[in-house]
C-alpha cells in the first residue's frame, strides 16, 4: 500500500536521481587535463574541501562556482548545468530574493552609527 508520505519520499528520490555533481567534476577533470579534486579546487581557485563536499552532495555546485567553472572550462553554463544532471531549460529564482526588506520600525535608531 502507498501512501501519501511514500510518494512525496518516491517524488523527492526521483528529481535527485539525475542529479550527479560527481559527473560534472570528473568531466572537468578531464577537460582541463588534470590528475584529481587538489588540482581541479586550485584550477577553480576554491578550497580542497569544497570539491569534497560537493562530491559527497554535503554542498551545492553554487551559482558562482558555476562560473568559474564556466570561465576556466571555457563550457557554456548550460553545458556544465547538463553535465550535473540539471535539465531544466530555464533556471527561476524565487520571488522571495527580488521582495525588499521590511523598513525598520518608526523610532529606530539609525544604523549609520552618526548622531544627529
Known sequence: MTTTTDTAETNSIS?????DPNHLLDALIEKLHLKN?????RALEV????ISKIR???LPVGASL???MHEVSELSIRELREL?????EK???SDKQFKPKPAS??????TSGSAE
Open 84 to 88: 550535473m544532471g540539471d535539465r531544466r
Open 56 to 58: 559527497h552532495r554535503r
Open 37 to 41: 579534486d587538489a588540482a581541479l579546487s
Open 91 to 93: 533556471f527561476r529564482i
Open 105 to 110: 520600525a518608526p523610532g529606530a535608531a539609525p
Open 15 to 19: 528529481d535527485h536521481v539525475n542529479y
Open 66 to 68: 558555476l562560473i568559474r
Open 47 to 50: 578550497a580542497p574541501p569544497v
